[in-house]
């Protein structure tokens, strides 16, 4: 958001923390345009045209980050990735048939392997879908490195800062800070993830809790593996990529407590699962593991996030970027969100407001 509104405008950036802590440092940086929801489940809330419309913007938004980080220098160690969506307890070979045909037909590269068409993997499932599209990173050095290119462009990161109050003006707002410092914009953006700000409506958004580990470099793992990022269609479900240095990382084992991640006593039962769940994936896996985390994680009804102006709070606007997609999620944000505060309506910001 700060790199893109940085572009035109005078910005300041306030954080409670300090910049690129908090979620961005928990992520796995799986940069997907496939939402958690399945595009034929999403169909099914908001219509077929919508939902083709979402997924769509979604392919987009990976290209979009991937010619930023190129064009503005940033060595984050963005790669193309495709992805392969493994038929689970949640969606079976037939679902996720279907689904790539509904993918197809709404213009996505995706295409659905049988069994036989899996054992060049080595991996035995009922069925999977492989998609173009995708990409992997390290997220604390694109973070990082927008928000240098930020201040480059004249932005101003004030950490750490909590934002505690906010008034109304006529054609302003006035942010009050926790210290009591005042400061006053033409217009205010939130972009709080997972952390919902008062009188922001979250239409029956969640936290949950969910667990990742990280292995040690040079893994041992089939060539494949760093060509793609794999998940699977199970609730919860396993997801895995490799790094360039050659280390695994892996996530799930997903609770719904919005509390279980902070207890340190689970990390080690949660990362054995993960780890009991690779192997059986993967026999020939061989993991050490290095580090091991937890973090909360947003889920919405639809899977998608909350973008637009506030009900109520002229100036102000918010992007809630509930969902696995956080990453993809925030590109379509800040051209969403500059493009309102420019006056050229995005054309598919309805698809993401305050409704």
């Not at 240098?148 to 003006?169: C, F, H, M, W």
């Amino acid at each position: 958001m700060a790199h893109e509104l940085a572009r035109t405008f005078s910005v300041a950036v306030f954080d409670r923390r300090g910049p690129v802590l908090g979620s961005t440092m928990a992520s796995t940086a799986m940069l997907q345009w496939e939402l958690d929801l399945p595009l034929q489940a999403l169909a099914e809330k908001i219509g077929e045209a919508n939902a083709g419309r979402v997924y769509r913007r979604s392919r987009r938004a990976v290209d979009d980050l991937r010619a930023i980080v190129e064009s503005s220098g940033i060595r984050c160690g963005l790669k193309p990735k495709r992805s392969l969506y493994l038929a689970g307890d949640d969606y079976g070979a037939r679902a996720l048939a279907r689904e790539a045909e509904a993918r197809a037909a709404a213009g996505l590269e995706s295409v659905f392997l049988h069994p036989a068409d899996l054992r060049p993997f080595g991996i035995e499932r009922t069925g999977a879908i492989l998609s173009e599209g995708s990409a992997s990173a390290d997220p604390a050095r694109l973070a990082a490195g927008l928000l240098r290119r930020a201040i480059d462009n004249g932005a101003k990161v004030y950490s750490p800062v909590e934002i505690t109050g906010v008034l109304q003006g006529g054609d302003h707002v006035t942010l009050v800070s926790d210290a009591g410092v005042e400061v006053r914009a033409r217009h205010v953006v939130f972009c709080c993830g997972y952390e919902f700000p008062d009188s922001v409506p979250t239409h029956g958004a969640k936290i949950i809790s969910t667990w990742a580990l990280a292995s040690k470099p040079l893994t041992r793992a089939p060539a494949w593996l760093s060509r793609h990022l794999v998940w699977e269609a199970s609730d919860p479900y396993l997801y895995l990529r490799m790094t360039s240095d050659g280390r695994l990382i892996a996530g799930g084992e997903d609770e719904a407590s919005p509390t279980r991640h902070a207890d340190p006593k689970a990390i080690g039962p949660k990362s054995q699962a993960i780890v009991r769940k690779l192997k059986v994936l993967i026999p020939d896996l061989e993991i050490d593991i290095d580090y091991a985390w937890s973090g909360a994680f947003g889920e919405s009804t639809t899977s998608m996030p909350l973008i637009g102006p506030i009900p109520g709070m002229p100036h102000g606007y918010a992007v809630m970027g509930f969902g696995g997609n956080g990453i993809t999620y925030s590109v379509i944000a800040s051209q969403i969100v500059a493009a309102a505060i420019r006056g050229r309506p995005d054309p598919d910001a309805d698809l993401y407001n305050f409704r």
